[in-house]
């Protein structure tokens, strides 16, 4: 058989993992043939794409990004998007394809599969953390780690000076790296997209350490962290295919705010992309290897519209329509554990 194999949307540490999984046990176990397509959906919906081999994707399983490349193009922001698809898999033979992806990624192979009848399957990426129906995406651990050092390191600074450090991390809709990092680095302060902020409350807590004898402070914030709707105004950025909106901003807007409302020198440290580069961990290698081999597995057995997911310790197939109806996000509960740390 042949599969196509594509990665959209943000990319992640472990994507090539995955590619090399399904290239390789596609090929030595099944013998099947993989091509590659490149920048996410736009190498199937232009025909772009190249046969993979065992020795192509050799090398791959420690290196950030990924080998075929990304791109936020959406199938269905175009007319005859689904269509050309489903011609330029019919014109290379393709038995069915394997996307690699985050929410649009999947909701995009979700739609060509349900309602355009295309054979699809989808598994789950994102340093967010947020794809509903998995309990974990790979590239999350990595991110976690860098910013988790990043705190660390901003700690001795902040301490040095007396300021208080602002951290902005990932995070669009979901607080995961917020609160897992902040929890991990002390930070005193954690605001994530989930829970608008008070910023007389973020000053209290500030104050209320400081007059503990502490002289400085560290704020985790995730980017997508908001303030309570008519407290502060926040700027909106440009938007994507998907109509997402470009964030990165709260960290500075923190800034301004805190140190004028505290009298406390405060700076705003943006990780931004960092968190999504380079090496994958061990965990998420694994991870992503696992994923990969799941998908071939199901890609052989036919099983379209399914993404396969972490459930506990297991790896489960589950359909992707479950996966992209709801994002996973930081519930009240998951985020209780933090609280005896803050301020
Ligand atoms: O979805 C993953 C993510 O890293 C988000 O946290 C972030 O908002 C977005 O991607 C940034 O995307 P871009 O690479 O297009 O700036």
Sequence with gaps: MRFGVLTGGGDCPGLNAVIRAVVRKGIDRYGHEIIGFRDGWRGPLEGDGEELSIDSTRGILPRGGTILGTSRTNPFARDDGPDTIASVLAELSLDGLIAIGGED???????????????????PKTIDNDIGATDVTFGFDTALQVASEAIDRLHTTAESHHRVMVVEVMGRHAGWIALYSGVAGGADVIL????????????SLIRRRHSRGRNFSIVVAA????????????????????GHARLGGIGHLLERETEERTGFETRAVVLGHVQRGGTPTAYDRVLATRFGVAAI??????????????????????????????LRTVTPEEFEFAKPFLG
Excluded: Y
Aim: overall charge negative.
């Design 105 to 123: 990624t999947l909701g995009a192979a979700n739609r060509l599969h349900a309602e355009h009848g295309l054979n699809v399957l989808g598994v």
């Design 192 to 203: 994530i997209p989930e829970q608008p902020f008070d910023i007389d409350e973020v000053c």
């Design 223 to 242: 980017e997508g962290a908001l303030p309570i709707e008519g407290t502060i105004v926040v700027a909106a950025g440009e938007t994507d295919e998907f």
């Design 297 to 326: 597995d199901a890609a052989h057995e036919s099983r379209w519209g399914m993404m396969p997911a972490l459930r506990g310790t297991r790896i489960e197939l589950v359909e992707l329509v479950e996966a992209v109806k709801k």
